[in-house]
């Protein structure tokens, strides 16, 4: 081994970093070579000066580096109820009721995100986001961070937002959305994984038979939620339960989805019940282009 690469590597082998057949190589060419074991213990002196040295940053300084760098969680009280929001310096990176203690909350935040969160203040910018999304009135976006989380995943939870506030959409719209029709099931996991409920709506994706369906948070609070917004839960219900999943205007022949804007607009007696978008089609409908119910296949 030549003096030029024992330099370059002296230090890794001081602190044992090298692999044993490379170490074992540098300890003979440091029994034959006085110039390299000089630099070795040399090497040593300084990082025995420099342990003594080190002193604990001032407790300000600490904890700015944490909120810049690290992840932490704190408790908003909303509307709804008090809830936990997980956040670092890219965004808010989880919500979860407040009814899990905190130590169970740092595991699943673990688990989910992969990282672990300290304790900390919610700074105001993210919990004023919050507490407006619990009351159905969010009117801003706030910053996000889904790092960590599989593609699809990301991708899904992110088209949520082309879903209008007081409107919902089948899971199956979303899955041909994103470009992929056959990952149904997929989506259902994205949305019961969903991080962060409320601020990336999955409250408004329901099953294709209509009505509501489930939800994380539990189906009550998906109802408060969705009324909150001035989405009409109990018609969405009823037309579960008569099998209707699209609803035409007799003046434009159009269809939409029970919740679409232009839907809710249509005088009673201009609307046409449809069960699917065959019998939309048949009838001589023409899919929505605002709600798209085109994305379905049927």
Request: with cysteine; glycine share 8%; charged share 30%.
């Amino acid at each position: 081994m030549r003096c030029e690469t024992v330099h370059k590597v002296l230090d890794a082998f001081r602190t044992r970093e090298l692999s044993a057949i490379r170490s074992l190589a540098l300890t003979r060419h440091l029994s034959e070579c006085a110039d390299c074991e000089r630099e070795l213990e040399d090497l040593e002196r300084l990082a025995a000066l420099a342990s003594r040295s080190r002193v604990r940053a001032p407790h300000s300084v600490e904890e700015r580096v944490l909120e810049e760098a690290g992840d932490c969680f704190g408790e908003v009280e909303t509307e709804i109820g008090r809830v936990r929001v997980g956040f670092n310096a890219k965004g808010i990176t989880m919500i979860s009721p407040a009814a899990m203690v905190p130590g169970d909350f740092q595991r699943l935040y673990r688990r989910r995100r992969g990282r672990f969160a300290r304790k900390a203040m919610v700074p105001e910018r993210y919990a004023s986001v919050v507490r407006q999304a619990a009351t159905g009135r969010q009117t801003r976006t706030v910053p996000l961070d889904l790092g960590g989380l599989p593609e699809f995943e990301q991708q899904v939870l992110l088209l949520l937002r082309r879903i209008p506030r007081g409107e919902v959409r089948p899971y199956l719209w979303l899955a041909r959305e994103a470009g992929r029709p056959k990952a149904v099931r997929a989506v259902g996991t994205a949305m019961s994984r969903n991080p962060v409920p409320f601020l990336l709506p999955c409250h408004r994706v329901v099953p294709a038979a209509g009505g509501i369906g489930n939800y994380a948070f539990g189906p009550d609070l998906k109802r408060e939620l969705l009324r909150r917004e001035g989405a009409p839960v109990e018609e969405l219900e009823q037309l579960a339960r008569s099998g209707v999943r699209y609803i035409g205007s007799q003046s434009t022949r159009i269809y939409c989805f029970p919740t679409c804007r232009d839907a809710r607009r249509i005088r009673p007696e201009n609307r046409v019940p449809f069960a699917g978008a065959v019998e939309a089609g048949s009838a001589g409908f023409r899919p929505c282009l605002r709600c798209r119910p085109q994305a379905l296949a049927s």
